[in-house]
C-alpha cells in the first residue's frame, strides 16, 4: 500500500488556489535561524505562541539542538489593540531572566497583519530604560505571506547590517572580509571560515551559527553556547574590504545594505558547491589575499577532482528531482551537471526574481530537458506526479521526499533544510571542495546500492 | 521534609523565575497547595506551549478519510504536516498537507475566493468522507466568513464541509481541543444507529500513536464490548456519525474529548467515564470500571482473566528492568496533566522515583492531584521554559526527563536519559504491551552506556583526571572562530591576534 497513493500520474493536475506538501516553510523559521547565528542573542517571535513553538521545534527537530526562542504571546486582546505591551513586557522580562546580548525580533503573519510598528516599540523600550545599557533590539519583518524560510533568513541578515556595522574609517582594513554564508548548516559555516582563514584573510561571517546549533555536551544548560558572530564583530563588518555574499536570495540583500551603508564592496554569488563554485569562491578570495592559493586548498581540490574522475562513469545520464531552497537548488544542479548528472525537474516554494534565469544558467543547451517551477504551487505535489509520468534515478532534498522516495521506490540522498529525520547531518559540510566529496560519496552509494539490491544474481558483482 | 526543604531552597535561591511565573511553581509539601495555572505565557517567556489551532489539529487530523485543509499562510500548515504518527489502518488522506497558502493580496483583500476554490477542487478530487477546515490567527484577523464558505461547499457537494474555529491567538492548545470537539459534535447524530447493540462503547481520547488505540479496541473486544467509534484514533467518518448509538463514552485524556464526552451526554444523553490506558494500574482499572459500568458479571470475568494474562506475560521481563531502575529519578513534563499521572504510577511500577512533575495546561484540579500522587519534594510545574527544567532537573540530581519534541534536547544537553511520550513516540505506550515498551524505552535511554561519559553524571562519581582533561568549559571560542582584537576607541586601527592555521603562521 503505497503512502501517497492518492497522488497519480496522467495528466498534472494544474492548481490555482491551494498548495499540497510544500516544499517551503515560513519565514520566521530562517529568521530564527539567522538570529541564533548571533553570539548570546534571544530570537523572538512577535506573535502568538503557537508560531513560536512550531518554529523552535522545526530547528530543533532539525539540529538536535534546544532552540531558544521567546515570544510574545498575542491573545485575543492583542489582536485587537495591538502587540506593544506584549512587545514591551517580553523585552523586560528577558533580558530580566535570560540576559542576552541582544534580542532579534521577527514577526508573525498576525502581528505584520495588524500592522505592529516593531522600531517604534523598540525605541519606546529604550526610553522606558528597559533595555539595558549596552545591550540592543533588532528587528525584521517576515511576513509569511510574502517570501518563505530563507527570506525570513536573509531579511533577519540584512536587520544585522542595519543595526550594527559601522563604517569608521576613509580606508578599509585589508583582508578583512565579510562572508555572508547563506541558509546552510554549522558545518557549512565552519568550512568557509576554514577556507577563509587558509586564503590568509579575516573572516567575519555572519550570521555563524557553527558553535550554537553543534555545540559540544558540557553538562550544562547553556542558553548562549560559545559560538555566533559578536557585536563587535558586526560592527566591524563596517570597514571590511569586501564582503562575499553566497547565494543571492539569502545573503544579497545583506550585501547590498552594507554596501549602501559603509561602501563595503560586495561580490554576490552562488553557494560553494561542487567544484567550479568552490573555485569562483576561492578566486574571490584570491583577490583579496594579494594573490595566492596554498598548497593545502590545492591539494583539497585535487583530491576533489581526483574522485571525480575515478566516479564519472557512474553518473552518465543519470536524472534527479531536486527540491528545495532556491540558492542550494541553484548549486546542487551544477554540482550535478558537473558530473554528467541531468536535474530533470526541481521545485521551489520560495519567491525571488532571478532563480529561473540561474537555473538557464546552469542547465544551458539542457534546459529543454529539464522542468523547472516556483511559487506557490510549486509543491511536493506536482514534483511527484511529474515523477510518476517519468520517473528519476535520484531524489535529492529535504525530508519531505521521503514519501515519494518510497513510493516510487527511488534512491535518495537528503540534503537542505529542513532534515527532520536522520541525525548527524549538522556535523557534516556539503560546500568547499571537501563538502562535494560527501555529496558525490552520498549519492554514489544510494545508487550502486540499488544496483546491488536489484541486479539479477548473474549480474550481481564484488566489485562494481 | 529534607527533601522539601532542599526545594524550598532551589527555588528561592538558585534558580531566578519570573517574578510572575512564581506562583506557577510550587513544591509538594509546602503548604498550602495552591499553585497557578490556566494562565496565557507570561510574554518573553521561552514556553514551551502552543496555540489553540494546534490543539485542534493534532486532535481532529487522525481521522484518516476526511479532507483537512488549513486554511491561513503556510507555515502553519508545513509545520503541521504528518507530525505526529496517528496511524490509520486504510486511508491516508489525512497525512497529506493542503493549504491555502495565503498570500499578500490574500491579506489585504480576504481568502474567502480561494478557499471556496480549494475545497471545490479538493472535494472533486479525492473525494473525502467529509472536510475540516481550520482558520488560523490570520484568518480570525482578516475575518473571513469560512461559516459561510463551508456552508456553501457543502451545499454544492453533498459532503459535510465542517469549520473548525482554531484561530491560534484565542487561547491555547486546550481551547483547541473544545474547538475541535465543537467540529465533531456535529458530525455526531447522523448515522444510522439501528445494529448497535447495549454492550457498546466509544473510545475517546486516543489517537493511535503507534497503534494504541488498535490495543486498547482489541481489550474492549476481547472483554466482549462492541466499540461503535474510535474518536480520532484511526477514526473514520461514518463511524463518528453514530457514535451517539453506543450506551458509553470511555473517554482518556481529561484534556481533549471530554468537550465532546460532554455534549453527547447532553444530547444524548451518553454517560461517559474518565481513564488512562498508561501503566498496569490504570489499565486495569480501565477495564474494571467500563466492565462495572454495564453491571454484566462475564464482563468482569473476561477483564479479569484478560489482565492477570497479559500482566503475567508482562511481568517476568518488568521485574528484571526494575532491578536496573530502582532508584533512579524521573522529570515528567507532558501537554496534558491527565498523562502526568500515570506516568507517575508507572514510573513507580519501575522502581523510578518522580522528582519534577509538570505541564503545559494542567488545571487546579489536575495539579491538586498530581501533588498528592507525588512524594514530599516534588515540583510540579505549570507551563515550564528550558531554563527552569533545566536548572530543577540539575537540582534534584535526576536521571531520566520524560517529555516531548523541545525537551529532547535540553536533557541531552545535560547528559539526562530521555523518553519521549508526546506526539513523536514510535511505539506503542499504551496498554499492558505499552507498559512493556515504556519500560524498555526508560530502560534503554537511562541504562546506555553514553552517559559513562557525560560531563554531568561524572560529577557525581569520584573526580577522575580524565574527565578534568576532557572537559569542555562553556565560555571556551573554538579556533576555528576568530574575534577581532579590542577596537581601540573612535575609529582607531583594529589589531587582530596571530591565528596558527596548521603549520604557517599568518599574522595579521
Ligand atoms: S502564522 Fe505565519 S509565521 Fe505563524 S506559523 Fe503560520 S505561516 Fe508561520
Ligand atoms: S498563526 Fe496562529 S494558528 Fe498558525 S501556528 Fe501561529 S499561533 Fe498557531
Redesign the interface.
Known sequence: ?S????TKGGEV?E????????A??????GAMYAALGINKCLP?SH????????????L??H??????????????G??VFGGQA??L??????F???KPDVIAVHT???SE??GDDIPQITENAIDKGIVPEGKFVIHANT????G?HPTGFANMTKAMVDYFAKS??EDK?A??VNIIPGYVEPADM?EI??LA??M?L???MFP?T??VLD?????????Y???GV?I??L??AG?AQQTLALGPVCSGPAAKALYAKCKVPQTTMGLPIGLAATDKMIMAMRSLNGGFV?E?IKYERGRLLDLMTDMHQYFYGKTVALWGDPDQLVGLSELLMSVDMLPKYVVT?TPGKKFLKRMGDVLGDKVHESFVRQG?CADM?LMHQWIKNEPVDLLMGNT?GKYIARDDDIPYVRHGFPILDRVGHQYFSTVGYKGAIRVLEQILNVLMDRQDRDSPEETFELTM | MNGHNIMTTAIENNI???E?RKAQVQTKGSEPFNIACEK???????????????GSRVVLYPICDALH?IH??????????DIRGAVSSGP??H??????????K??IYGGEK??E??LL??IA??NPKAAFVYA???V???GDDMDAVCRRVSAKTGIDVIPVQSE?????KKDGYSAACHALDTLVGTGDTSTIGPLSINILGDFNIGGETWVIKDYYERMGLEVVSTITGDGRVDDIRKAHGASLNVVQCSGSMKGLARMMKEKYGTPFMHVSYFGIEDMSRALYEVADHFGDKDLLKRAQDMVRDEVMRIMPELRKIRQDLQGKKAAIYTGGAFKAFSLVRSLRTLGVKTTIAGSQTGNPTDYKQLAELCDDGTVILDDTN??EL??FI?ETDTDLLIGG??E???A????VAFCDHNHERKDCLAGFEGMLNFAREVHGSLCSPVWKF??????HKETTEKQDIF????????T?????GE?SG??GE?K?AT?T??A?E?A?
Not at chain 1, 3 to 6: S, V
Not at chain 2, 40 to 54: E, P
Not at chain 2, 168 to 172: D, E, L, P, R, Y
Request: proline share 7%; hydrophobic share 30%.
Open positions: 500500500m503512502l501517497l497513493r492518492h493536475h492548481r490555482q488556489s491551494l498548495t499540497v506538501n510544500p517551503k516553510t515560513c519565514q520566521p523559521v523572538h506573535g502568538s505562541q503557537g508560531c513560536c513553538s512550531y518554529h523552535r521545534s522545526t530543533s527537530r539540529y538536535k539542538e534546544p532552540a531558544m526562542a521567546g515570544t510574545s504571546s498575542f491573545t485575543e492583542s489582536s506584549n512587545l513586557t517580553a523585552i523586560e522580562n528577558m530580566t531572566l535570560y508573525t503573519c498576525l497583519t495588524i511576513p509569511s505571506y510574502v518563505a569608521t574609517r582594513v583582508r578583512r565552519a571560515k576554514r582563514k587558509l590568509g579575516d573572516p567575519i555563524d557553527s558553535g555545540a559540544p555536551q558540557t553538562g550544562v544548560h547553556e542558553m553556547p560559545a559560538g559578536t563587535d564583530e560592527v566591524a570597514d596554498p593545502e516554494g506557490p505535489y519531505y | 531566578r523565575l519570573l510572575a496565557q505565557s507570561v510574554a518573553g517567556s521561552v514556553s514551551q506551549r502552543a496555540c489553540v489551532f494546534c485543509l491561513g499562510p503556510i507555515g502553519c500548515a508545513s509545520y503541521t504536516w491516508q488522506l497525512r497529506m498537507s493542503f493549504s491555502t497558502d495565503l498570500q499578500e490574500d491579506v480561494k478557499l476554490k480549494a477542487e479538493l478530487h479525492y488560523t490567527c490570520i480570525g484577523l482578516i491560534g491567538f484565542a487561547g491555547s528550558p531554563l533545566a536548572k540539575q519534541v523541545k529532547r534536547p535540553i541531552y544537553k545535560l547528559g557525560s560531563p554531568f553524571r561524572q560529577k572537559k569542555p568549559k562553556a565560555t571556551y571560542i573554538p576555528n572562530v576568530v574575534r577581532p577596537t573612535g575609529g583594529t587582530f591565528l592555521i596548521g604557517t599568518v595579521k
